[in-house]
T-cell receptor, first 114, second 112 residues
């Protein structure tokens, strides 16, 4: 158990819809990173939030957006879903944004876009 | 272009055998991490290596960071069925510490 919880665990959507994924970080952690992991691939960095501000972004289009709340929980929103968005979405929390900080991953949300 | 190449992609061995997984790049990394991921779970950090030439041991697992900090290896001695999983390497490229770069992983199956 990492103390990072994600919801929902599984989700099925159709092309064009919008989705919101949620992440509760481990107690005391102020940094949350989101990753997309397609089947048979390594995780791909989407973005990171540090104290409610975006602190870096990977190569994902603007329809991928996020939020971090004062309690450091976070949301990932994806608009205009495409078939290729089907993947495991992972959230990781850490004590800070330094590269020395250990990442604690949740179990992920498995998103299927039909 | 995959910045971190892992090999082999798949590995199926018998209990008790030894194995080595490789993680290679043409880029220099300030640090490199190894994770293990089981189906339906997120990756779990095994080790972080920071210094070129560094060797770290975790029970039957031995991790090495290349002298030039461009490659790393994970060696498992006397593999057990509980070692089965996806092994991922990930690292921060020197000078860019905001984006963790991941390999595609090595899927290991240890048969009893």
């Amino acid at each position: 158990e990492t103390g990072v919880t994600q919801s929902p665990t599984h989700l099925i959507k159709t092309r064009g819809q919008q989705v919101t994924l949620r992440c509760s970080s481990q107690s005391g952690h102020n940094t949350v990173s989101w990753y997309q992991q397609a089947l048979g691939q390594g995780p791909q960095f989407i973005f990171q939030y540090y104290r409610e501000e975006e602190n870096g972004r990977g190569n994902f289009p603007p329809r991928f957006s996020g939020l971090q709340f004062p309690n450091y929980s976070s949301e990932l929103n994806v608009n205009a879903l495409e078939l290729d968005d089907s993947a495991l979405y992972l959230c990781a929390s850490s004590l800070g944004r330094s590269t020395n900080e250990k990442l604690f991953f949740g179990s992920g949300t498995q998103l299927s876009v039909l | 272009t995959q910045l971190l190449e892992q090999s082999p992609q798949f590995l199926s061995i018998q209990e008790g055998e030894n194995l080595t997984v490789y993680c290679n790049s043409s880029s220099v990394f300030s640090s490199l991490q190894w994770y293990r991921q089981e189906p339906g779970e997120g990756p779990v950090l095994l080790v972080t290596v920071v210094t070129g030439g560094e060797v770290k041991k975790l029970k039957r697992l031995t991790f090495q960071f290349g002298d030039a900090r461009k490659d790393s290896s994970l060696h498992i001695t006397a593999a057990q069925p509980g070692d089965t999983g996806l092994y991922l390497c990930a690292g921060f490229i020197a000078g860019n510490n905001r984006k963790l770069i991941w390999g595609l992983g090595t899927s290991l199956a240890v048969n009893p």
